[in-house]
């Protein structure tokens, strides 16, 4: 049958509510619904896999599923959404095959090797923040399916904590990642909910609540920085200040991570950030001395480890006030805890910066395979926005004395 014919079959659809209508329009190649329950987020994967009942032209799919119970709700309901356009299916082994050569290969993810060497034009994840371990299962079995099309991914479902799905979330947040997108989408924004539902289920504990009904990512309790939210000032943007003591903070990098520069003025106040990567170093010192006299008033603090030690000399040739900070486990431990009391405390006001928050509120403690206790971002994060953010901070620690320009820090001590 040709794409033709297939589109006359007629696959009746509910109507896409406004919700669900907003994502659909603005998808990207990797996208990530977090949804309240009752949302609607497999009558939505069924119509982004179909075009809406357009047809699936021929493409192949996986959808996967943490259990098997929760793959077989999805299994009865894509048969039924997509029964007229069916050519024949199995109920052993869960493949649904299309009179127009398409078909879709739910796999549950009790198998370690669910979907592995096969290829797909997209996938599904279904209730992905209950999938354990997902991290590994994105970059070791179900990301390479995706490859021989360049394929799609939908990672769906309800909140469960700071996991790989609230990762794979922020990665939709930033800018820079234009292959990704990301919703939140809380149950209210299904009209077909009666709102009154809603308001009765807040009588249950309001972390759950959240997480159900407002499709919120709750803080773990591994989280290094407590009170992130609450510091963001949503109403304030970048500004310049002009005779104020004001403290800049500089993470270097070249290629996979990201130079950041950070602002702060001595109320405790963010008034700047700029994040970029893959420039040369030349470059970057010309973006540093842009912020240097955007803000005459300056410090510059600027981590002077290892490749940061040249940029250090080469900015001080230039007669700016910087100050090196000297990055060793004990000087790096003080910096975050310092960083981490001024949040607690609220002595610092944020600026509504998505990839700045994503980092602050993933950023947690963790056990090495020698039972130490070491700080950090967790694999395939960034934590760039972090310490420029405390290195701009750290003058603001109450006990720290500073001299007059042009010296390098470690932890607490100079070193001459």
Same mark, same amino acid.
């Given at each position: ?91 052993? +082994? ?125 803080? +773990? ?185 042009? +010296? ?9």
């Amino acid at each position: 049958m040709s794409q033709d014919e297939f589109r006359k079959v007629n696959v009746q659809f509910p109507e896409l509510h406004a919700g669900q209508r907003l994502v659909y329009e603005n998808q990207s190649r990797f996208n990530v619904l977090a949804c309240g329950r009752r949302w609607g987020k497999t009558l939505y994967a069924c119509s982004a896999i179909a075009g809406e009942g357009a047809g699936i032209d021929g493409q192949r799919w996986g959808w996967f599923a943490p259990t098997y119970k929760i793959l077989a709700d999805a299994w009865h309901q894509t048969k039924y959404l997509l029964r007229p356009c069916i050519e024949r299916l199995s109920e052993s +082994e869960r493949i649904i095959r299309f009179i127009d050569g398409g078909s879709i290969e739910f796999w549950s993810m009790v198998d370690d090797d669910a979907g592995r060497s096969r290829k797909y034009h997209g996938v599904v994840i279904d209730e992905a923040g209950l999938v354990a371990d997902l991290e590994s299962r994105w970059h070791e079995s179900i990301r390479p399916t995706l490859v021989d099309y360049r394929g799609k991914a939908w990672l769906c479902g309800t909140p469960k904590g700071r996991n790989f799905f609230w990762q794979a979330y922020t990665y939709g947040q930033d800018p820079l990642k234009p292959d990704w997108a990301s919703w939140q989408m809380p149950t209210s924004s299904n009209p077909f909910i009666d709102p009154e539902e809603i308001e009765a289920a807040r009588q249950m504990p309001d972390r759950s609540f959240r997480q159900e009904f407002l499709a919120e990512f709750i803080d +773990e309790a591994g989280g290094v920085f407590r009170g992130v939210l609450e510091v963001i000032d949503r109403d304030v943007v970048a500004r310049s200040v002009i005779g104020q003591a004001v403290y800049i903070g500089v993470d270097l990098a070249r290629v996979n991570d990201f130079t950041v520069i950070c602002v702060v003025d001595a109320t405790g106040r963010q008034i700047y950030h700029e994040r970029f990567n893959q420039i040369s170093w030349e470059r970057q010192i010309e973006r540093i001395k842009a912020a240097a006299n955007r803000f005459p008033t300056a410090q510059i603090w600027l981590d002077s480890t290892g490749v940061g030690d040249p940029i250090f000399e080469a900015l001080r040739s230039q007669n700016l006030n910087v100050f090196g900070y000297h990055f060793t486990h004990p000087a790096k431990t003080a910096l975050i805890d310092s960083l981490a009391m001024l949040i607690e405390q609220g002595r610092i006001r944020l600026l509504d910066i998505a990839e700045q928050t994503s980092e602050l509120l993933a950023y947690q403690y963790m056990t090495t395979r020698y039972m130490n206790v070491r700080m950090g971002a967790p694999l395939g994060m960034h934590d760039d926005c972090v310490i420029a953010l405390a290195l701009a901070c750290w003058p603001l620690k109450a006990g720290v004395q500073f001299g007059a320009s042009s +010296e390098i820090y470690e932890g607490f001590w100079r070193r001459d």
